[in-house]
Protein backbone atom coordinates (compact mmCIF):
# COMPACT_ATOMS: atom_id res chain seq x y z
CA UNK A 1 0.00 0.00 0.00
CA UNK A 2 2.72 2.45 0.86
CA UNK A 3 3.95 1.90 -3.18
CA UNK A 4 0.34 4.34 -4.00
CA UNK A 5 1.11 6.97 -1.42
CA UNK A 6 4.40 6.93 -2.57
CA UNK A 7 5.06 10.07 -4.96
CA UNK A 8 7.13 7.77 -6.76
CA UNK A 9 5.09 4.56 -6.46
CA UNK A 10 2.24 6.47 -8.27
CA UNK A 11 4.78 7.43 -10.64
CA UNK A 12 5.94 4.03 -12.03
CA UNK A 13 2.28 2.92 -11.74
CA UNK A 14 1.02 6.02 -13.91
CA UNK A 15 4.06 4.94 -16.76
CA UNK A 16 3.40 1.72 -16.41
CA UNK A 17 -0.01 2.22 -17.28
CA UNK A 18 0.82 4.68 -20.11
CA UNK A 19 3.20 2.58 -21.32
CA UNK A 20 1.24 -0.63 -22.04
CA UNK A 21 -1.98 1.78 -23.27
CA UNK A 22 0.74 3.14 -25.72
CA UNK A 23 1.42 -0.85 -27.28
CA UNK A 24 -2.35 -1.39 -27.39
CA UNK A 25 -3.35 1.47 -28.97
CA UNK A 26 0.07 2.31 -30.95
CA UNK A 27 1.61 -0.94 -31.61
CA UNK A 28 5.13 -0.88 -32.81
CA UNK A 29 4.64 -0.89 -36.56
CA UNK A 30 5.14 -4.31 -38.64
CA UNK A 31 8.38 -4.65 -40.85
CA UNK A 32 7.18 -3.86 -44.44
CA UNK A 33 8.25 -6.80 -47.20
CA UNK A 34 7.45 -5.65 -50.90
CA UNK A 35 6.24 -4.67 -53.30
CA UNK A 36 7.80 -7.67 -55.16
CA UNK A 37 10.33 -6.58 -57.94
CA UNK A 38 8.21 -4.95 -60.62
CA UNK A 39 10.93 -6.26 -63.10
CA UNK A 40 11.42 -9.93 -61.89
CA UNK A 41 7.71 -10.50 -61.99
CA UNK A 42 7.30 -8.53 -65.55
CA UNK A 43 10.04 -11.49 -66.55
CA UNK A 44 7.97 -14.05 -65.44
CA UNK A 45 4.05 -13.14 -66.67
CA UNK A 46 6.13 -12.57 -70.06
CA UNK A 47 7.53 -16.17 -69.84
CA UNK A 48 4.47 -17.90 -69.01
CA UNK A 49 2.13 -15.74 -70.84
CA UNK A 50 4.17 -17.39 -73.93
CA UNK A 51 3.98 -20.95 -72.74
CA UNK A 52 0.77 -21.05 -72.44
CA UNK A 53 -0.01 -18.41 -75.63
CA UNK A 54 -2.16 -16.35 -73.64
CA UNK A 55 -2.78 -13.34 -71.60
CA UNK A 56 -2.36 -13.40 -68.08
CA UNK A 57 -5.65 -13.22 -65.79
CA UNK A 58 -5.48 -11.47 -62.76
CA UNK A 59 -5.08 -14.60 -60.40
CA UNK A 60 -1.82 -15.62 -62.34
CA UNK A 61 -0.36 -12.45 -62.07
CA UNK A 62 -1.10 -12.22 -58.32
CA UNK A 63 -0.09 -15.98 -57.58
CA UNK A 64 3.23 -14.21 -59.50
CA UNK A 65 4.02 -11.72 -56.85
CA UNK A 66 2.89 -14.02 -54.22
CA UNK A 67 5.77 -15.93 -55.14
CA UNK A 68 8.31 -13.31 -55.14
CA UNK A 69 6.86 -11.97 -51.87
CA UNK A 70 7.61 -15.94 -50.57
CA UNK A 71 11.13 -15.60 -51.88
CA UNK A 72 11.60 -12.24 -50.61
CA UNK A 73 10.73 -13.34 -46.82
CA UNK A 74 12.72 -16.40 -47.33
CA UNK A 75 15.96 -14.50 -48.27
CA UNK A 76 14.97 -11.95 -45.29
CA UNK A 77 15.18 -14.56 -42.97
CA UNK A 78 18.30 -16.12 -44.29
CA UNK A 79 20.26 -12.75 -44.24
CA UNK A 80 18.86 -11.95 -40.21
CA UNK A 81 20.30 -15.65 -39.84
CA UNK A 82 23.55 -15.11 -41.03
CA UNK A 83 23.56 -18.00 -43.74
CA UNK A 84 24.04 -15.66 -46.61
CA UNK A 85 27.75 -14.63 -44.60
CA UNK A 86 28.83 -18.55 -43.82
CA UNK A 87 27.87 -19.94 -46.98
CA UNK A 88 30.80 -20.81 -49.00
CA UNK A 89 28.84 -21.42 -52.37
CA UNK A 90 28.04 -17.54 -52.21
CA UNK A 91 31.60 -16.41 -50.62
CA UNK A 92 32.99 -17.94 -53.80
CA UNK A 93 30.57 -16.12 -55.58
CA UNK A 94 31.71 -12.65 -54.35
CA UNK A 95 35.21 -13.26 -54.52
CA UNK A 96 34.87 -14.11 -58.31
CA UNK A 97 32.71 -11.16 -58.83
CA UNK A 98 35.24 -9.10 -57.34
CA UNK A 99 37.77 -10.12 -59.18
CA UNK A 100 36.08 -10.15 -62.62
CA UNK A 101 35.48 -6.42 -61.73
CA UNK A 102 39.13 -5.87 -61.20
CA UNK A 103 40.99 -8.79 -62.83
CA UNK A 104 44.63 -6.97 -62.30
CA UNK A 105 44.34 -5.82 -58.88
CA UNK A 106 46.62 -8.12 -56.04
CA UNK A 107 44.73 -8.57 -53.09
CA UNK A 108 43.75 -11.71 -51.05
CA UNK A 109 40.05 -13.48 -51.02
CA UNK A 110 39.42 -12.56 -47.47
CA UNK A 111 39.60 -9.43 -48.26
CA UNK A 112 37.83 -9.28 -51.39
CA UNK A 113 34.77 -10.85 -49.37
CA UNK A 114 35.12 -8.05 -46.88
CA UNK A 115 34.57 -5.98 -49.49
CA UNK A 116 32.06 -7.71 -51.35
CA UNK A 117 29.69 -7.80 -48.35
CA UNK A 118 30.76 -3.76 -47.51
CA UNK A 119 29.57 -2.87 -51.46
CA UNK A 120 26.20 -5.05 -50.19
CA UNK A 121 26.53 -7.12 -53.58
CA UNK A 122 24.96 -10.06 -52.07
CA UNK A 123 21.82 -7.74 -51.85
CA UNK A 124 21.68 -7.51 -55.73
CA UNK A 125 22.86 -10.84 -57.41
CA UNK A 126 20.21 -13.23 -58.70
CA UNK A 127 22.47 -16.36 -58.19
CA UNK A 128 23.33 -15.38 -54.48
CA UNK A 129 19.84 -15.16 -53.82
CA UNK A 130 18.02 -17.96 -55.52
CA UNK A 131 21.09 -20.12 -53.40
CA UNK A 132 19.76 -18.24 -50.44
CA UNK A 133 16.25 -18.88 -50.79
CA UNK A 134 16.97 -22.52 -51.61
CA UNK A 135 19.18 -22.59 -48.28
CA UNK A 136 15.97 -21.56 -46.22
CA UNK A 137 14.19 -24.01 -47.75
CA UNK A 138 16.05 -26.93 -46.87
CA UNK A 139 16.22 -25.94 -43.81
CA UNK A 140 12.91 -25.16 -42.59
CA UNK A 141 12.36 -28.76 -44.11
CA UNK A 142 14.65 -30.45 -42.17
CA UNK A 143 13.64 -28.50 -39.28
CA UNK A 144 9.58 -29.19 -39.54
CA UNK A 145 9.16 -31.56 -42.33
CA UNK A 146 10.17 -35.32 -43.18
CA UNK A 147 6.80 -36.72 -42.21
CA UNK A 148 7.02 -40.77 -42.96
CA UNK A 149 4.88 -41.79 -46.63
CA UNK A 150 3.45 -45.18 -45.58
CA UNK A 151 2.40 -47.88 -48.06
CA UNK A 152 -0.95 -46.98 -47.94
CA UNK A 153 -0.41 -43.39 -48.68
CA UNK A 154 1.40 -44.45 -52.51
CA UNK A 155 -1.50 -46.85 -53.00
CA UNK A 156 -4.14 -44.00 -52.49
CA UNK A 157 -1.67 -41.79 -54.44
CA UNK A 158 -1.66 -44.08 -57.02
CA UNK A 159 -5.46 -44.77 -57.32
CA UNK A 160 -5.95 -41.26 -57.14
CA UNK A 161 -3.66 -40.36 -60.08
CA UNK A 162 -3.99 -43.91 -61.86
CA UNK A 163 -5.62 -42.16 -65.11
CA UNK A 164 -2.31 -40.29 -65.11
CA UNK A 165 0.05 -43.58 -65.80
CA UNK A 166 -1.82 -44.37 -68.97
CA UNK A 167 0.57 -45.91 -71.37
CA UNK A 168 -0.47 -45.24 -75.13
CA UNK A 169 -0.19 -48.18 -78.04
CA UNK A 170 3.30 -47.97 -78.76
CA UNK A 171 5.04 -49.32 -81.92
CA UNK A 172 8.25 -50.95 -83.15
CA UNK A 173 8.86 -50.39 -87.13
CA UNK A 174 11.23 -50.33 -89.44
CA UNK A 175 10.96 -48.25 -92.60
CA UNK A 176 12.17 -47.65 -95.86
CA UNK A 177 12.60 -44.37 -97.54
CA UNK A 178 12.33 -42.12 -100.95
CA UNK A 179 12.80 -38.65 -101.57
CA UNK A 180 10.13 -36.81 -103.37
CA UNK A 181 12.47 -36.17 -106.44
CA UNK A 182 13.90 -39.60 -106.50
CA UNK A 183 13.67 -41.55 -110.07
CA UNK A 184 10.85 -43.24 -111.19
CA UNK A 185 13.79 -46.59 -112.20
CA UNK A 186 14.58 -45.99 -108.33
CA UNK A 187 10.71 -46.67 -107.28
CA UNK A 188 9.83 -48.92 -109.56
CA UNK A 189 13.27 -51.43 -107.99
CA UNK A 190 11.70 -50.27 -104.50
CA UNK A 191 8.11 -51.27 -105.50
CA UNK A 192 9.57 -54.72 -107.04
CA UNK A 193 11.57 -55.93 -103.83
CA UNK A 194 8.22 -54.89 -101.42
CA UNK A 195 5.87 -57.01 -103.75
CA UNK A 196 8.54 -59.73 -103.48
CA UNK A 197 8.19 -59.44 -99.34
CA UNK A 198 11.44 -58.07 -98.94
CA UNK A 199 13.23 -57.91 -95.80
CA UNK A 200 13.84 -54.14 -94.11
CA UNK A 201 16.91 -54.99 -94.50
CA UNK A 202 17.10 -55.74 -98.54
CA UNK A 203 14.63 -52.83 -99.21
CA UNK A 204 17.38 -50.72 -97.61
CA UNK A 205 19.46 -50.98 -99.96
CA UNK A 206 17.69 -49.74 -103.05
CA UNK A 207 15.85 -46.78 -100.74
CA UNK A 208 17.28 -42.85 -99.95
CA UNK A 209 19.14 -42.27 -96.77
CA UNK A 210 17.12 -41.10 -94.08
CA UNK A 211 19.30 -39.20 -91.25
CA UNK A 212 17.13 -39.71 -88.28
CA UNK A 213 17.38 -43.67 -88.62
CA UNK A 214 15.39 -46.73 -89.72
CA UNK A 215 14.26 -48.73 -86.90
CA UNK A 216 12.26 -47.23 -83.94
CA UNK A 217 11.16 -49.29 -80.97
CA UNK A 218 8.05 -48.54 -78.77
CA UNK A 219 7.25 -45.03 -79.83
CA UNK A 220 3.55 -43.96 -79.32
CA UNK A 221 2.07 -42.21 -82.10
CA UNK A 222 2.62 -38.83 -80.54
CA UNK A 223 6.63 -39.70 -80.57
CA UNK A 224 5.76 -40.55 -84.28
CA UNK A 225 4.60 -37.32 -85.19
CA UNK A 226 6.90 -35.25 -83.66
CA UNK A 227 9.66 -37.14 -85.56
CA UNK A 228 8.23 -37.73 -88.92
CA UNK A 229 5.41 -35.02 -88.60
CA UNK A 230 1.74 -35.12 -87.90
CA UNK A 231 0.60 -36.48 -91.72
CA UNK A 232 3.26 -39.24 -91.41
CA UNK A 233 1.47 -40.09 -88.21
CA UNK A 234 -2.03 -39.55 -89.15
CA UNK A 235 -1.18 -42.10 -92.21
CA UNK A 236 0.60 -44.40 -89.98
CA UNK A 237 -1.97 -44.83 -87.55
CA UNK A 238 -4.82 -45.72 -90.06
CA UNK A 239 -2.33 -48.21 -92.23
CA UNK A 240 0.16 -49.80 -89.42
CA UNK A 241 -2.79 -52.27 -88.24
CA UNK A 242 -0.57 -55.57 -88.94
CA UNK A 243 2.61 -57.00 -88.47
CA UNK A 244 4.95 -58.49 -90.48
CA UNK A 245 4.16 -56.56 -93.55
CA UNK A 246 5.12 -53.74 -95.59
CA UNK A 247 2.82 -50.48 -96.11
CA UNK A 248 2.34 -47.74 -97.88
CA UNK A 249 3.53 -45.19 -99.42
CA UNK A 250 3.18 -42.88 -96.21
CA UNK A 251 3.68 -39.45 -97.36
CA UNK A 252 6.04 -37.14 -94.63
CA UNK A 253 7.07 -33.76 -94.41
CA UNK A 254 10.29 -35.27 -95.91
CA UNK A 255 9.40 -37.95 -98.45
CA UNK A 256 7.61 -41.22 -98.82
CA UNK A 257 8.10 -44.12 -96.56
CA UNK A 258 7.18 -47.64 -96.51
CA UNK A 259 6.88 -49.45 -93.09
CA UNK A 260 7.78 -52.74 -91.63
CA UNK A 261 5.63 -52.62 -88.25
CA UNK A 262 7.35 -55.51 -86.33
CA UNK A 263 5.06 -55.16 -82.46
CA UNK A 264 2.09 -53.13 -81.69
CA UNK A 265 2.26 -52.96 -77.53
CA UNK A 266 -1.31 -52.43 -76.66
CA UNK A 267 -1.86 -49.21 -73.87
CA UNK A 268 -1.86 -50.18 -70.70
CA UNK A 269 -1.99 -49.06 -67.26
CA UNK A 270 1.74 -48.89 -65.48
CA UNK A 271 1.71 -51.03 -62.57
CA UNK A 272 1.48 -49.94 -58.86
CA UNK A 273 5.25 -51.40 -58.61
CA UNK A 274 6.09 -49.61 -61.67
CA UNK A 275 5.61 -45.99 -60.40
CA UNK A 276 5.76 -46.25 -56.80
CA UNK A 277 9.11 -44.57 -56.55
CA UNK A 278 7.96 -41.97 -58.72
CA UNK A 279 5.14 -41.64 -56.43
CA UNK A 280 6.94 -41.09 -53.11
CA UNK A 281 9.56 -38.74 -54.56
CA UNK A 282 6.13 -36.82 -55.76
CA UNK A 283 4.60 -37.12 -52.49
CA UNK A 284 7.29 -36.17 -50.62
CA UNK A 285 8.24 -32.88 -52.39
CA UNK A 286 4.42 -32.20 -52.24
CA UNK A 287 5.10 -32.31 -48.38
CA UNK A 288 8.15 -30.07 -47.95
CA UNK A 289 6.14 -27.67 -50.53
CA UNK A 290 3.49 -27.57 -47.71
CA UNK A 291 5.54 -27.43 -45.21
CA UNK A 292 7.51 -24.77 -46.29
CA UNK A 293 4.49 -22.48 -47.47
CA UNK A 294 3.07 -23.22 -43.71
CA UNK A 295 6.26 -21.24 -42.00
CA UNK A 296 5.68 -18.61 -45.26
CA UNK A 297 2.15 -17.90 -43.94
CA UNK A 298 3.05 -18.01 -40.21
CA UNK A 299 6.12 -15.60 -40.74
CA UNK A 300 4.00 -13.09 -42.97
CA UNK A 301 2.33 -12.71 -40.10
CA UNK A 302 4.98 -10.65 -38.57
CA UNK A 303 5.23 -8.29 -41.64
CA UNK A 304 3.20 -5.89 -43.50
CA UNK A 305 2.84 -7.09 -47.35
CA UNK A 306 2.76 -4.37 -49.87
CA UNK A 307 1.73 -6.20 -52.95
Request: charged share 30%; hydrophobic share 40%.
Amino acid sequence: MRLFRSVWGQFVIIGLGLFLLDRTFFPEPKPVIGPPNAERVALQADALSQLQGAELNESQVVAIKDHEIRNELLFIEALDRGFVEQDQVVQRRLIRNMRFMDPERDVDDETLLTEAFELRLHLSDEVIRRRSVQVMETLIVASLGNATITEQDLQLEYEAKRDNFQVPVRYSFTHVFLRDDATDEKRSNLLALLGDRASPEQARKVGDVFLAGYQFEERSLLEISRQFGDDFAYGFASQAESLGEWVGPIKSIFGSHWVWVHDIAESRVKSFAEVAQDLRRDLRRDLDDQVIQDWVDETLQQYEVRL
